[in-house]
């Protein structure tokens, strides 16, 4: 009994250093996308960058971002000895292929989106629509893959949908001009992250023959980064004419912010799967909701950020219905 409750109060740490880490890796991406290269354009024009590579910017950060998120957890695979397997599952098995596709779908769509949000609407407004992507998940599951959705979890959807709703349409005083805008792209970013989760569910339930493939969800994970690094600089950076802006990015030392916040990226995702495998997706989950407070919390005390009654209000319901949506199921099953 007392190891289940080590276990428990393990899991629950690694919970809430996945909220932690993520709502502190969004509060510094944003602020280092104030940069002048990305916020002036007559700077960055002076820097003989395109007016493209200007307006889309927080695609070259989401590169920068990715990128390191993938060198990382392919040092700690390395040390492991499991880096191998990551090729081994992207180039010989169905599963791997599968989990590339939905990588491109929640990361240069999902990530990308996420990124624009935090500029255009800030990362308190972003962040709190985007945890939302479980829920929209879970819909998405029941239309196309027939999946069983209890009341208790669509309750608790509808509760952070509307939260999302009233945040989103019903904003502070002060907000950016560009923050509807913002908030589309929040949208998109809910949608990417949560249709990457329905393809690798469909993959899973349709793929056969392939029940003798064991792999680590770190490994996965790995696959995810360097899928979404490739795609990065062989299709958007090019399409974008971001390598100008990219190679500015070295050249000021802005890359090392980079590659410091991308830890906290790293360890988002490998304290997730841990939190999974010692409390259950279903707290995991509800757990790594709570980045959207985390969100306010440090663009506060960090940044000197006002946090308004009503972002407040809105982003703890938002947190309230997915913590309702992700622990219904184990409620039930409990009782």
């Known amino acids: ?42 700077y960055a024009l002076s820097k003989g ?60 769509i999902g990530m990308s989106a996420y990124l624009l949000a935090i500029n255009y609407a800030t990362a308190p407004y972003a962040s709190s629509i985007a945890v939302t992507y479980p ?13 069983k959705l209890n009341y208790k979890s669509a309750i608790g959807i509808g509760i952070s949908l509307f939260g999302s709703f009233m945040l989103g349409f019903n904003p502070s005083a002060g907000v950016p001009d560009t923050f509807f805008k913002g908030i589309l792209f929040a949208i998109v970013a809910v949608f990417g992250w949560a249709l990457e989760g329905v393809i690798i569910g469909y993959a899973m339930k349709h793929i056969k023959g392939e029940d003798d ?72 989950t509800a757990l790594n909701s709570t980045a959207a407070l985390w969100v306010l919390v440090f663009s506060a005390l960090l940044f000197g950020q006002t946090i308004t009654l009503n972002l407040a209000i809105w982003g703890i319901i938002i947190v309230a219905g997915v913590f309702i949506f992700a622990l219904g199921p184990l409620t039930e099953k409990n009782k």
Not at 73 to 86: D, F
Not at 135 to 147: C, N, Q, R, T
Not at 225 to 235: D, G, L
């Open 213 to 284: 493939v064991v792999a680590e969800p770190q490994q996965f994970l790995c696959l995810r980064y360097f899928v979404s690094m490739i795609a990065y600089s062989v299709v958007i950076l090019p399409v974008i004419g971001g390598y100008p802006m990219a190679q500015e990015v070295v050249s000021s030392g802005m890359v090392f912010k980079y590659a410091g916040i991308a830890i906290l990226g790293a360890i988002t995702y490998l304290s997730w799967y841990k939190a999974v495998d010692l409390v259950g997706a279903a707290m995991g």
């Open 135 to 147: 829920g929209v998940g879970a819909i998405l599951s029941y239309l196309i893959l027939k999946e």
């Open 49 to 108: 960058l395109s007016e493209l590579s200007f307006d889309f910017s927080p695609l070259v950060t989401a590169f920068f971002h990715e990128s390191f998120c993938f060198m990382w957890v392919a040092l700690y695979l390395l040390c492991r000895k499991q880096l191998k397997a990551v090729f081994h599952l992207l180039f010989k098995t169905k599963k791997g292929r599968a989990a590339a596709i939905a990588a491109l779908v929640g990361s240069p």
């Open 1 to 42: 009994m007392e190891t289940e409750k080590k276990r428990f109060k393990k899991g629950i740490a690694f919970g809430v250093l996945v909220g932690i880490a993520w709502g502190l890796d969004g509060v510094l991406m944003g602020k280092v996308g104030q940069a002048e290269l990305f916020t002036d354009k007559a």
